[in-house]
């Protein structure tokens, strides 16, 4: 009786399905880890977060210098959803990547994408805004970009961008969308209502004090379609490695991050909140 009055309900607001429908007030929480092929510890510990733990996308650098080794990994693990993340800049002080295309107004003089989009107090940075930068080679590195993921992973979903590129440029962003649709790859969290989660503040927390303002966090939240987005890794002396002015215990945080996103206790609040776990490939299905 009462699903059918739920289906009626449905069909007369013109609301896409009845399983949409009757989703309301579920929690959904989608849990993205950043930059697989960035680094080899940031490989072992996306996919770690995905097999012992509760990220369920992924983004993928493919200018990243460990990215054969991530496309290895993923198409290891068909089932673990992955994003192209489009990148523009090489942020690391001691760790650099170029773009696939020849692009020189897109790079520094040593051949190198900028470190940075938007200015700062960086000593020695250049940043990709006040460089003389060209729409239509930013648009055939992009492409290329997706073009090699595609080629290489299956289970490519959905597009994002590294350090916020997108909104470098009201054109930059216009022609994203563009190249989003045209690839098949348009999953926007933006038209699902999908929220922002609180994790932690700062990267001097210590990976305990992450996990339990985590919880906290979990414990607080409502229903709705709820991202958290970081980045995992591991303090090991490839990542200790990584860093530049202003982030220097890139090691220690990203453990943090892995510690989190591996937690039986933050699985078990999950579990006990009935939290579902979703990736981008999801959102269609669940809109809300």
């Given at each position: 009786?009462?699903?059918?009055?739920?289906?009626?309900?449905?069909?007369?607001?013109?609301?896409?399905?009845?399983?949409a429908c009757a989703q309301k007030g579920e929690i959904y929480l989608l849990v993205r880890a950043d930059d697989i092929?960035?680094?080899?510890?940031?490989?072992?510990?996306?996919?770690?977060?995905?097999?012992?733990?509760?990220a369920r996308s992924?983004?993928?650098?493919?200018?990243?210098?460990?990215?054969?080794?991530?496309?290895?990994?993923?198409?290891?693990?068909?089932?673990?959803?992955?994003g192209v993340h489009l990148v523009l800049t090489s942020e690391w002080t001691g760790l650099k990547w170029r773009p696939l295309t020849?692009?020189?107004?897109?790079?520094?003089?040593?051949?190198?994408?900028?470190?940075?989009?938007?200015?700062?107090?960086?000593?020695?940075?250049?940043?990709?805004?006040?460089?003389?930068?060209?729409?239509?080679?930013?648009?055939a590195e992009m492409r290329a970009q997706i073009e090699l993921a595609l080629k290489?992973?299956?289970q490519i979903s959905h597009m994002s961008y590294h350090m916020?590129?997108?909104?470098?440029?009201?054109?930059?962003?216009d022609m994203l969308k563009k190249l989003a649709a045209e690839y098949k790859i348009d999953i926007d969290p933006a038209r699902y209502n999908v929220q922002r989660a609180r994790g932690w503040e700062g990267s001097?927390?210590?990976?305990?004090?992450?996990?339990?303002?985590?919880?906290?966090?979990?414990?607080?939240?409502?229903?709705?379609i709820h991202m958290l987005v970081e980045h995992p890794g591991y303090d090991d002396a490839e990542m200790r490695g990584v860093g530049h002015v202003g982030y220097?215990?890139?090691?220690?945080?990203?453990?943090?991050?892995?510690?989190?996103?591996?937690?039986?206790?933050?699985k078990e609040v999950i579990k006990k909140r009935g939290i579902k776990l979703i990736s981008y490939k999801d959102l269609p299905s669940i809109k809300n």
């Open positions: 009786m009462v699903k059918s009055y739920l289906f009626a309900l449905c069909f007369v607001l013109g609301v896409v399905s009845y399983t092929g960035f680094s080899r510890s940031a490989n072992l510990a996306c996919i770690d977060s995905y097999t012992k733990g509760i992924v983004e993928v650098m493919v200018p990243g210098p460990w990215f054969e080794e991530a496309v290895a990994l993923l198409r290891e693990h068909p089932d673990y959803d992955v020849h692009a020189p107004s897109l790079t520094d003089e040593d051949g190198y994408f900028h470190p940075f989009i938007w200015p700062n107090k960086v000593e020695g940075a250049t940043f990709f805004r006040e460089s003389a930068w060209k729409l239509e080679e930013v648009e290489k992973i299956p916020g590129m997108n909104q470098a440029d009201p054109d930059i962003n001097q927390t210590s990976p305990y004090d992450k996990e339990e303002r985590f919880i906290k966090m979990l414990e607080e939240l409502k229903p709705g220097e215990n890139v090691a220690e945080d990203r453990k943090g991050v892995t510690h989190v996103m591996t937690s039986e206790k933050v």
